[in-house]
């Protein structure tokens, strides 16, 4: 089992920033990719960006040149510093990890809100 702690969403105007962090435990498992997603009000889960285990990076187009994601293997965290926010960015914010064996985890999420 894989557990994964999402946190630093909160409120922010337009043009601010938010880091979000997720932690992950688990003993003798090896993640292989992992990745934030989002959900807003009414609207399906869509991919922000992912990371695999070799340091390449995906972006959605949307947070192109805005997000970056970012992971620290020694603290098994993973990051996703969000700059220049936009109204559009609201939504609850999910980590994924996906193990070498494909089998994948969602943390539990956390809201970010970007007013106008």
């Known amino acids: 089992q894989v557990q994964l702690v999402e946190s630093g969403g909160g409120l922010v105007q337009a043009g601010g920033s938010l880091r979000l962090s997720c932690a992950a435990s688990?003993?003798?498992?090896?993640?292989?990719?992992m990745g934030w997603y989002r959900q807003a009000p009414g609207k399906q889960r869509e991919l922000v960006a992912t990371i695999t285990n070799a340091d390449r990076t995906n972006y959605a187009d949307s947070v192109k040149g805005r997000f970056t994601i970012s992971k620290d293997n020694a603290k098994n965290t993973l990051y996703l510093q969000m700059n220049i926010l936009r109204p559009e960015d609201t939504a609850v914010y999910y980590c994924n990890a996906v193990t070498i064996t494909a089998r994948t985890y969602w943390g539990q999420g956390t809201q970010v809100t970007v007013s106008s």
């Open positions: 688990g003993s003798g498992i090896r993640i292989n990719n």
